[in-house]
T-cell receptor, first 115, second 113 residues
Framework: AQKVTQAQTEISVVEKEDVTLDCVYE???????LFWYKQPPSGELVFLIR??????QNEISGRYSWNFQKSTSSFNFTITASQVVDSAVYFC????????????FGKGTLLTVNP | KAGVTQTPRYLIKTRGQQVTLSCSPI?????VSWYQQTPGQGLQFLFE???????NKGNFPGRFSGRQFSNSRSEMNVSTLELGDSALYLC????????????FGPGTRLTVL
C-alpha cells in the first residue's frame, strides 16, 4: 500500500521568511515517482516538480528547492524568501512505477504568507 | 498550448439527480484521470482512461462512471446523487506512460442539495 504524510496541516510565515514543507511517503515499490502540486484558491492543481525514485539529486528552481532522501523516505519542499503569492495549499503525491496511474496524495499543507 | 479544460465549472444539483462532467485534455495527451476532492477525504482517485478504455479504477461505488472518446476527451457521470457527492472534481491529463506527469484542469465544483 502507498501512503503520503504531510504532517504540517497549516503554516503561517511572514513575507521573506524561508519555509519548508515536509513530505514523508511509504511504498514497497522500487520504482516510483514523487510530485509536488500547488493549489491556489482558484482550485486548479499546478504542477511544480516530479522526481523519479532512481534520481536522488536535489533540485532548485528559482526560490523553490526540493530535498529527496530515500533513506528517510522524505521529499521536502523549501521556499526561500517567501512571497504573498506563495500562499496556497501544497500537495505531495506518489505514484508507483507499475501500470496504475493513480496518484496518492497527502492531505496537503496550507501555507499562508503574510505581508 | 492550451491546458486541461473542464466544463461546467460550477454545478448545483439535488439529491437523486444525475450529472455529467466533461474534460478536454491537453492536445496530444491520451490519458485522462479523474479525482474527487473533499475537505474530509482529500484528493481521491476515481478512474483513468486511455484510448477509450478504463485502465484503472479507484474505490468508488458504481454510481460513478466515465468514458473517453476517440479524441481523448472524457466525461464522468454520477447517477443518483447523494449529499456526500458534493466536491471539487478534477480532471488530469498526461501523455502516455506512467512516467508522464499529470496536468490538472481547474475542476468542476459540484454542490448537491
Amino acid at each position: 500500500a502507498q501512503k503520503v504524510t504531510q504532517a504540517q496541516t497549516e503554516i503561517s510565515v511572514v513575507e521573506k521568511e524561508d519555509v519548508t514543507l515536509d513530505c514523508v511517503y511509504e511504498t514497497r515499490d522500487t520504482t516510483y515517482y514523487l510530485f509536488w502540486y500547488k493549489q491556489p484558491p482558484s482550485g486548479e492543481l499546478v504542477f511544480l516538480i516530479r522526481r523519479n525514485s532512481f534520481d536522488e539529486q536535489n533540485e532548485i528552481s528559482g526560490r523553490y528547492s526540493w530535498n529527496f532522501q530515500k533513506s528517510t523516505s522524505s521529499f521536502n519542499f523549501t521556499i526561500t524568501a517567501s512571497q504573498v503569492v506563495d500562499s496556497a495549499v501544497y500537495f505531495c503525491a506518489l505514484r508507483y512505477g507499475g501500470s496504475n496511474y493513480k496518484l496518492t496524495f497527502g492531505k496537503g499543507t496550507l501555507l499562508t504568507v503574510n505581508p | 498550448k492550451a491546458g486541461v479544460t473542464q466544463t461546467p465549472r460550477y454545478l448545483i444539483k439535488t439529491r437523486g439527480q444525475q450529472v455529467t462532467l466533461s474534460c478536454s485534455p491537453i492536445s496530444g495527451h491520451r490519458s485522462v484521470s479523474w479525482y474527487q476532492q473533499t475537505p474530509g477525504q482529500g484528493l481521491q482517485f476515481l478512474f483513468e482512461y486511455f484510448s477509450e478504455t478504463q485502465r484503472n479504477k479507484g474505490n468508488f461505488p458504481g454510481r460513478f462512471s466515465g468514458r473517453q472518446f476517440s479524441n481523448s476527451r472524457s466525461e464522468m457521470n454520477v447517477s443518483t446523487l447523494e449529499l456526500g457527492d458534493s466536491a471539487l472534481y478534477l480532471c488530469a491529463s498526461s501523455l502516455v506512460s506512467v512516467q508522464d506527469t499529470q496536468y490538472f484542469g481547474p475542476g468542476t465544483r459540484l454542490t448537491v442539495l
